[in-house]
């Protein structure tokens, strides 16, 4: 079909869907009161200035997180779609730690415990759904669903009730000295992310987490324990995921206040994941970039584009770079 | 009529579409999705036209404009099944935000008692005894889950089976549009809001699997979440159980019923559903 070196196909094939993928969602997006002026230049400014720059790598925590993680966990074929849930849970004992839990620990405690804490949550989160699929092989993708909506209603409930502060549905705020900067996010990040390819590149457990997502029965005959393999990838991708909840909250949230909708960078970082076919490094820059289209959204949220199209770009970019993949490697 | 039934009637209509997608052995995750944008479209159209009806004609047809997406990767591509569904349920959401963003978030409602609403009811009472008839008990029914159980056999007697698929996809992108378009224009009252699907296209997936694939079990189940989710104010104020425990409830039973599934199939082996989950 086209005329390039077979091994540059899949590269021409993914910058064409990305290019296709991102003006037909501009386009799209030029309906909303933002107009295509609105979208033209919040594009242009988004991607040369450098208030924004700073801004994406603040975002680039919990979507990241969520997404390093899930490569472990599809590569595995374990199709979670929880890490929405962790990021909220991750999110919600990092708030009870620092605010709501009395210990009034110094910042330089408080933070690496969060992220421990945050982190464990998330991953007991993941383990729950890992045990049902391979005890009752019960659908992870269906479970881990039910369970980010479970999560929501819980954190609604919270900040509209017991958390409460005040005449409005909102909790208090964490204190300026917990809060992170796109420093530390981005350190934390690129920390996971690296602990995340050296254990899928270079290690036996990555080994056998590729040969079981290709041929399960395969990776038995071999005796690896698929169950070990399951549950483990379950709870590292929900650590990473509730880690990614502890830079939301001490990166840029501060406060819960009751949401009709989840904020969606679980989502994000599973459409990363997809995006970057499994691997943490590209995760990472994959990640950089929802980033950025995330921060194009929420500029331009007061001119009137809903916050909620930011998903429908990012999810109409994997779909357009999937098509173009397919169609330019026949 | 009684009130959770009214309520359910969305979910008991996504769920039976759902349930014929997975008879011919696929499954589409983007209902919740395409409820959404079909709802954002219906309030859109009724409020062009003024009139419900066609609102409601609209919706089930951007049902079927987001199945169609499916159709054309899943069957045509062969690209995953389940990625596709996920990103047909967020893009969805996302495009009826925007949608809505245009000015379209009040247009005209379905009144309850009205004939277009009793229409509705009825459909939702005979559809699933129609469609136990149609699945067992005629040629194309039999092929249909054929399909389901063994695409390669069935492919070779000569089913076409992409065809088949193509068909269920876009009466399954009808019933979630029709579903989505009933939330806004009969629950919500000719509204749309952010989040207004809530989760009930997932909770119509769920039902397909608590009702074992059946249509009358599907109904039934669909319609014991319906109960679940009408009966908050009631339980929350007579049995004083917190709301935010019965608000939840819907989503753990599904949970529940995903692990109950297993363990009846593995007592009866010959009722092993369709596979495609």
């Known amino acids: 079909m086209l005329a390039f070196r077979p091994s540059l196909r899949p590269l021409v094939g993914v910058t064409i869907g990305l290019i296709a993928g991102f003006a037909l969602a501009v386009i799209l997006g030029s309906i909303s009161p933002a107009g295509f002026k609105g979208m033209a230049s919040s594009l242009v400014w988004v991607y040369t200035s450098p208030a924004p720059l700073i801004f994406t790598l603040t975002l680039l925590g919990p979507i990241a997180c969520a997404a390093v993680g899930l490569t472990l966990a ?16 991750g999110s919600i004992v990092t708030l009870w730690l620092i605010e709501y839990s009395d210990l ?9 415990t969060s992220i421990v804490l945050g982190g464990f949550t998330g991953a007991f989160l993941g383990f729950v759904v890992g045990l049902l699929r391979v005890y009752v092989n019960a659908n992870e993708i269906l479970v881990s669903l039910m369970l980010n909506y479970v999560i929501l209603y819980i954190l609604n409930h919270l900040a509209s009730g017991p958390w409460r502060v005040g005449a409005f549905a909102i909790t208090r705020s964490v204190g300026e000295e917990y809060r992170l900067g796109p420093l530390a996010i981005v350190v934390t990040t690129v920390s996971l992310t690296l602990l995340c390819w050296v254990l899928l590149t270079r290690s036996k457990f990555g080994l056998a987490i590729k040969v079981y997502g290709r041929a399960p029965k395969v990776a038995e005959t071999y005796g690896l324990n698929s169950k070990t393999i399951v549950l483990a990838v379950a709870m590292l991708s929900g650590f990473t995921s509730g880690v990614g909840g502890v830079l939301m909250m001490l990166g840029f ?14 989502y994000m970082g599973v459409l990363v994941s997809w995006l970057s ?3 943490p490094l590209v995760a990472l820059l994959a990640s950089w970039f929802f980033s950025s289209i995330l921060v194009l959204g929420r500029s331009l949220q007061a001119s009137g584009l809903p916050i909620g199209y930011v998903l429908a770009i990012q999810s109409i970019i994997v779909l357009s770079v999937m098509i173009a993949r397919r169609l330019t490697s026949r | 009529m009684s009130i959770a039934f009214i309520t359910s009637i969305p979910i008991i209509l996504a769920a039976l579409g759902e349930l014929v997608v997975e008879r011919s052995g696929r499954v589409n995750l983007g ?28 919706g089930g047809l951007a049902g079927v404009i987001l199945s169609t997406v499916y159709t054309l990767t899943v069957i045509g591509l062969k690209l995953d099944q389940i990625v596709v569904g996920l990103i047909i349920s967020l893009a969805g959401l996302g495009l009826a935000d925007l949608i809505s ?74 019933t979630a549009g029709i579903a989505g378009a009933y939330m806004a224009l009969v629950l919500y009252n000719g509204r749309y809001f952010s989040g207004i699907t809530g989760g009930w296209g997932w909770l119509a997936i769920g039902s397909v699997i608590l009702g074992y694939w059946h249509p009358i079990g599907v109904a039934v189940a669909a319609y014991t979440i319906g109960i679940l989710l009408t009966t908050k104010p009631l339980l929350t104020s007579e049995l004083g159980l917190p709301p935010t425990l019965v608000t939840i409830t819907p989503y753990i039973a599904v949970i529940i019923a995903l692990t109950l599934v297993t363990i009846i199939s593995r007592r009866k082996p010959s009722l092993i559903p369709p596979k495609p989950l």
């Open chain 2, 101 to 174: 963003s245009t000015g379209y978030r009040v247009g005209y409602n379905i009144p309850h008692g009205s004939t277009l609403h009793n229409t509705l009811i009825v459909i939702t009472i005979v559809l699933p005894p129609i469609l136990w008839l149609i699945l067992y008990r005629t040629p194309q029914g039999v092929e249909l889950r054929a399909v389901g159980y063994d695409e390669h056999v069935a492919r070779e007697r000569g089913l076409r089976v992409d065809l088949i698929r193509a068909v269920t996809v876009t009466i399954g992108g009808l």
């Open chain 1, 253 to 266: 949230q501060h406060n819960l206040s009751p949401m009709s909708v989840s904020p969606g960078y679980g």
């Open chain 1, 277 to 279: 076919a499994n691997n």
């Open chain 1, 104 to 112: 009034n620990l110094h910042p330089t405690i408080a933070i690496p």
């Open chain 2, 31 to 58: 209902v919740e999705g395409m409820m959404a944008f079909s709802a954002s479209i219906s309030v859109a159209v009724s409020t062009l036209t003024g009139s419900p009806l066609i609102g409601l004609i609209a």
């Open chain 1, 74 to 89: 599809y590569r595995a074929r374990f199709i979670t779609i929880g890490s929405e849930g962790q990021i909220l849970l």
